[in-house]
Nanobody, 124 residues
Framework: QVQLVESGGGLVQTGGSLRLSCAAS????????MGWFRQAPGKEREFVAT????????YYAATVKDRFTISKDNAKNTVYLEMNSLKPEDTAVYYC?????????????????WGQGTQVTVSS
């Protein structure tokens, strides 16, 4: 089992920044691809970014590339999502997931473990 706990969400104005954290515990953290996903009201959960177990390979959705940065600290068992130039359309609950062996596997159904989510609201 892997337990994931997200934090760092909040209310920010358009153009602002937030840093999300996902703390993992349980089974060996470094064996998993870690991902950030988001779900807006009335919409399906969608891929945001993934990072390999080593931290060397990263993959981003086109809608956040060049604005968001995913990173991890294996010593702290923590994954981060630095979000800059935020837009109202970034408003969603952001979830951390642990799953398969490839960063290009982005379907939420392929991820085995999830956190409870953290709300990000971007005001216009």
């Amino acid at each position: 089992q892997v337990q994931l706990v997200e934090s760092g969400g909040g209310l920010v104005q358009t153009g602002g920044s937030l840093r999300l954290s996902c703390a993992a515990s349980g089974r060996t953290f470094s064996n998993y691809v870690m991902g950030w996903f988001r779900q807006a009201p009335g919409k399906e959960r969608e891929f945001v970014a993934t990072i390999s177990w080593s931290g060397n390979i990263k993959y981003y959705a086109a809608t956040v590339k060049d604005r968001f940065t995913i990173s991890k600290d294996n010593a702290k068992n923590t994954v981060y999502l630095e979000m800059n130039s935020l837009k109202p359309e970034d408003t969603a609950v952001y979830y951390c997931g642990a799953g398969p062996s490839s960063v290009r596997v982005i379907a939420p159904s392929r991820y085995d473990y999830w956190g409870q989510g953290t709300q990000v609201t971007v005001s216009s």
